[in-house]
């Protein structure tokens, strides 16, 4: 390892134990092996890949949103302080594929991949189709370490800020050995991945009852929940300290230290789940919000800025306000996914968009359910 990176993995666990109150366990995995492996875990935060990587004394090359290079301090970390793979979230990629077999078969180095792809909204897994992982383990061959996260979601929500002190517990073990992989098809492999990455940190934390500090811990969740149980409107919540409010109904649910949700609903999964059940009805009319929009050159690994623009969802179409106007017809969206916090992206024929909305989750439910019907 470089000083480079030997000095960088310093400061990150300066600066992760000053953020948060992090364990470690193992069970039959050494974090000093010099071997090839692939690393798999479960996505709750934006930060995993650090906080799993940095007790590892080989670091894992991790697979890392093509995003993230578009931004120079990123793109310098992952360039020149770690070496990492780059991953359109959303698509498939070959180039992918061959610079982690490169990585495990010629550099003799371990890799380290979430499958989710994105970290988690609401606290539990992102339902995903684990076959290309478990295709990819099987051309691997190489053997396979879980790195299971509980309580990082609720140490740092994806829609909010981290809690000072906040329990983030990872557990490393080892799901497949190599020479056993032979033996197995890739289903049952899918099977395993599937079994070993379920979580769900609230209800985790309904035993192990660990507190997070109330300051602000509401606030941002307007980016994610956008429909209101008790007067059945959208896009009037907003998050204050530990309420999260209805422009119309006032308070309207409210966390306590152990993030149990009072309200309607015990946690935000089964919210972030029944929100999506009045998209039909919520098509009946336009969608407007508002974003900042950036064209993305993927080959360039840079953005443009295009502006803070109106954006109208409307008869099956996304369209921009912007002098020409850009539209964007649904059936031909591809690759939509929410990255970092708020950031809603899309490939439309040959160009990549990225949108800061107020609102991505919404127009991601809305996307998602006019593609499927």
Known sequence: MGLLSEVGRIGIKIMFHYRFDLKYTYNDFNPKTSSPYLLIGNHATQHDPLIVGMVIKRYPYPVANSFLYTNPIFKWLLTKVVTSISKRKGQSDMQTIRLILNATHKEKRPVMLFPEGN??????QTKTDYLPTAKLIKKLNVDVIVAKISGGYLAHPRWG??????????????LFKADALNELSVEAIQKSLEESLIFNDFNWNLTHQH?????????????????CPMCQKTQTLYGKDEHIHCKNCGIIATFDKTSTLTGHYPSLVEWGDEQKKIIPKRINEPIITIGKLYEVNNL????????????????????????????FHIQFIKGEVI??????????????????LKDPMLILNTISYLKEN
């Open 300 to 327: 360039k690994q840079k953005k443009y800025k295009l502006g803070i623009h109106k954006v109208i969802l409307e008869n099956q179409t996304l369209m921009i306000d912007t002098k020409p106007k850009r539209t």
């Open 211 to 227: 507190q997070y500090r109330l300051k602000g811990r509401a606030n941002g969740i307007e980016h994610y929940l956008y429909y």
């Open 339 to 356: 990255t970092r916090k708020h950031n809603f992206s899309f490939d439309y024929e040959d160009k990549t968009y990225n949108f800061l």
């Open 161 to 174: 800020f981290y809690r000072k002190n906040g329990h983030f517990h990872t557990h490393f073990y080892r």
């Open 119 to 124: 970290a988690s909204y609401f606290g539990e």
